[in-house]
């Protein structure tokens, strides 16, 4: 079972981009997704999350520019980033629990990670 996630790259402040992250493996459903964000010298934040009803959270920090979703059929979870100010510059990770077959304990997942750079 792992995420892979795609999207990152270089984008001006004020520009859009968008992260996907998918989950592969012998899956039978996934429960929360999650993004959460690393900068240099800063701390682990957890940007936005979504439940498998599809019910959204986010950090103050991103609410009216960030949009998370999901595509429960192709495992796969979406951030959506406008107005990217370059305070956004991070390294973005998916995270996701995942439900096994006839396994009752659910797995936390971890992407690898994917870089963002907010930058003139």
């Known amino acids: 079972v792992q995420l892979v996630e795609s999207g990152g790259g270089l984008v001006q402040p004020g520009g859009s981009l968008i992260l996907s992250c998918t989950a592969s493996?012998?899956?039978?459903?996934?429960?929360?997704m999650a993004w959460y964000r690393k900068a240099p010298g800063k701390s682990r934040e957890l940007v936005a999350t979504?439940?498998?009803?599809?019910?959204?959270a986010y950090a103050d920090s991103v609410k009216g520019r960030f949009t998370i979703s999901r595509d429960n059929a192709k495992n796969t979870t979406y951030l959506q980033m406008t107005k990217l100010k370059r305070g956004d510059t991070a390294v973005y990770y998916c995270?996701?629990?995942?439900?096994?077959?006839?396994?009752?304990?659910?797995?936390?997942?971890w992407g690898q990670g994917t870089r963002v750079t907010v930058s003139a």
């Open positions: 493996g012998n899956i039978f459903s996934i429960n929360d």
């Open positions: 995270y996701a629990e995942m439900i096994r077959p006839a396994i009752v304990d659910p797995l936390p997942c």
């Open positions: 979504i439940s498998s009803d599809s019910n959204e």
